[in-house]
Each structure stands twice: as structure tokens, then as C-alpha cells.
């Protein structure tokens, strides 16, 4: 079955770049969209965006001018990278798969905690 | 954006209870809407899809319905690990937007 799992540095400084890359297994990452979603301590979801493996992306708006989502197709992998951030970007970031029809991320990663401090 | 209203924020209930939990779109967003469950620590799991659909592996006293730009998560008879906190998802239109959340606890 198919399994994700995201992965990289758990401190950032401010308005430093927050790179993250998610490693699927089990399985291709053709076919689906793969959504980076995150949730700020004791809050909600926030969808930050997603990408096909043909490298299309999508992004929400609020943070388009800071986030580049990218595929890996030959490491079945993808990468997101968040410039700028600042401490509201602290928040754990999961890495999803996503159905094209309906959105339904049915496939997700344990989540990786990311804490902008200096 | 569009905006997803949850209610309640928070509900207690005894095991075995019927449980519905109400999401509100700010505007129609048809059947593009998803429900998950998250456990403490743990990442969001998938419910319900397209409103109604059950999504493979999931129990069968979960249920969706949808009533315009209303709609329901149904739990039949609360079990013991269905204590909680569940979110919508509308995936009509971009940016994709989730409720706040309600929280299933014990009563």
C-alpha cells in the first residue's frame, strides 16, 4: 500500500526558506494530485497547495508569492519550499495524496513539525 | 475564499450516541465536500468524499448527506474511538478551505 512520509530540518530562522520533500512508496506518484497541507499549533488545516506529476500546481492564494511546490518523478518524491517565513509558519506540514475528481486526500504522511525561531 | 462553518465547535456524547455534525458553505460548492476525523498527534484520515461516499475501510455507522449548501457527518452509534475532532473540506473552488473543526468528546 502506498505510504508517505515527509522529511527535513525542524528549525528554521526567520525569513529563511523552509524546504520539505515527501517520499511516497509503495507506489507511483502518477495519476493523483499531492497536496502540502499544514496546522498551526491549536488551530485548524490550512491548504497550502498541490502539484500533478506532470508538474502543474495549484496554490492558495495567501501564500503564493512564498511557496514553490515541485516533483520528483524518477525519486518518486515531491518538495516544498516556503520562503520568508516568519513564526506564524511554525506548524506541522503533512504531505497528502490527493484524488483529481474530488480533492479527497486519502493518503497521508505522519507529519513533520517545523518551528521558525531563531 | 469560501467559507466552511462548522457546528458545533464541540459536543459531548456517551458511547453509542447518534452523533451529527454540521458544515455550512458560504456559497454552493455542489458535492465537493470532504469529511475527516484527527486524533491527537495524529494526521487527518479520510471519511467521507463527495459528500456521501464512504471511503473504503472507513466503518459504516459513518455517513454523509448534503442539503444545499448544508451538510452532515453522521456517527450512528458513537464508539469508543470515534472521540475526536473532525473536519470539512470543500475542494469546489480554490484556495480549497477546511472548517474549524469540532470536537467529539466523552460525556
Known amino acids: 500500500q502506498v505510504q508517505v512520509q515527509e522529511s527535513g530540518p525542524g528549525l528554521v530562522k526567520p525569513s529563511e526558506t523552509l524546504s520539505l520533500t515527501c517520499s511516497v512508496s509503495g507506489g507511483s506518484i502518477s495519476s493523483y494530485y499531492w497536496s502540502w497541507i499544514r496546522q498551526s499549533p491549536g488551530k485548524g488545516l490550512e491548504w497550502i497547495g498541490h502539484i500533478y506529476y506532470s508538474g502543474s500546481t495549484n496554490y492558495n492564494p495567501s501564500l503564493k508569492s512564498r511557496v514553490t511546490i515541485s516533483v520528483h518523478t524518477s525519486k518518486n518524491q515531491l518538495s516544498l519550499k516556503l520562503s520568508s517565513v516568519t513564526a506564524a509558519d511554525t506548524a506541522v506540514y503533512y504531505c497528502?495524496?490527493?484524488?483529481?475528481?474530488?480533492?479527497?486526500?486519502?493518503?497521508w504522511g505522519k507529519g513533520t513539525t517545523v518551528t521558525v525561531s531563531s | 475564499d469560501i467559507q466552511m462553518t462548522q457546528s458545533p465547535s464541540s459536543l459531548s456524547a456517551s458511547v453509542e450516541d447518534r452523533v451529527t455534525i454540521t458544515c455550512r458553505a458560504s456559497?454552493?460548492?455542489?458535492?465537493?465536500l470532504n469529511w475527516y476525523q484527527q486524533k491527537p498527534g495524529k494526521a487527518p484520515k479520510l471519511l467521507i468524499y463527495a459528500a456521501s461516499s464512504l471511503q473504503s475501510g472507513v466503518p459504516s455507522r459513518f455517513s454523509g448527506s448534503e442539503s444545499g449548501t448544508d451538510f452532515t457527518l453522521t456517527i450512528s452509534s458513537l464508539q469508543p474511538e470515534d472521540f475526536a475532532t473532525y473536519y470539512c473540506q470543500q475542494t469546489y473552488s480554490s484556495p480549497w478551505t477546511f472548517g474549524q473543526g469540532t470536537k467529539v468528546e466523552i460525556k
Open positions: 497528502a495524496r490527493t484524488g483529481i475528481q474530488f480533492g479527497n486526500m486519502d493518503v
Open positions: 456559497q454552493s460548492i455542489s458535492s465537493y
